[in-house]
């Protein structure tokens, strides 16, 4: 709760006079993929309106806009929850990742790359599997994939992109074990970094697209038992 409440006080300066829903739902879209808030959260209009010092219609604006982008849902009579993903959303994610990330491989043109936040990105995961804080390695995984989509350049893939992977970290929380999911990309993580400071896009990008398609399947397989396909608990 201490950590919630320093975290709040410092995205409320980041609002600073210029508070607008599209930068609280920023926020709010950083959190869900930082994994503050797990699938079936209730937001509450009061404590996060009161932490960062917005009016209710600002807030209830904010809560829309992530209602588009399929992060939360509106109940009636109940309130707005963070959303709880279907294998299909699984699947899609997946296909959408492969579909950005490759295409930004195969396109970077002539080294060198300017690789430094994707290397940063593999040591904040080194550090989080040498302290066995998997739900910070799986945060690192992301920063990783977040810092490979903005090689390219364009602010557009970057916004596509953010939702996508704050998608991806809802469907991060239903893994009963996030060492066996998160640790083996670790590694490859730092192969596709190697390939890609020694100039090898190409196989950068082969590698890339065997690692999604593995972890698409990991990740299909885990929700299956642990969810089911329509995104409730199996029967």
Request: proline residues 3%.
């Amino acid at each position: 709760m201490a950590e919630q409440a320093a975290s709040w006080a410092d995205d409320r300066v980041l609002l600073g006079r210029t508070s607008t829903a599209e930068r609280v739902s920023d926020i709010l879209r950083g959190r869900i993929t930082d994994g503050f808030f797990p699938p079936g959260t209730r937001l509450s209009e009061e404590g996060i309106g009161g932490a960062l010092g917005v009016s209710r219609n600002t807030l209830r604006e904010a809560f829309r806009l992530l209602t588009h982008e399929r992060l939360l849902v509106h109940e009636l009579n109940r309130g707005v929850f963070v959303r709880v993903l279907t294998v299909e959303d699984v699947e899609d994610i997946h296909r959408t990742r492969a579909l950005v990330e490759c295409a930004v491989v195969r396109g970077l043109g002539e080294p060198p790359y300017v690789l430094d936040a994707m290397a940063a990105a593999v040591a904040e995961g080194e550090r989080a599997s040498a302290e066995g804080d998997w739900k910070a390695l799986g945060t690192a995984n992301i920063h990783f994939h977040q810092a490979l989509v903005a090689l390219a350049g364009s602010e557009r893939t970057d916004e596509v992109m953010r939702s996508v992977f704050a998608e991806l970290r809802l469907a991060f929380h239903v893994v009963d074990e996030p060492r066996r999911l998160h640790e083996p990309y670790l590694a490859r993580n730092r192969q596709i970094l190697r390939m890609l400071r020694d100039g090898n896009a190409a196989e950068a990008e082969r590698l890339l697209a065997v690692y999604l398609q593995d972890s698409l399947e990991r990740m299909v397989e885990v929700y299956r038992r642990r969810v089911g396909d329509d995104g409730s608990a199996p029967g």
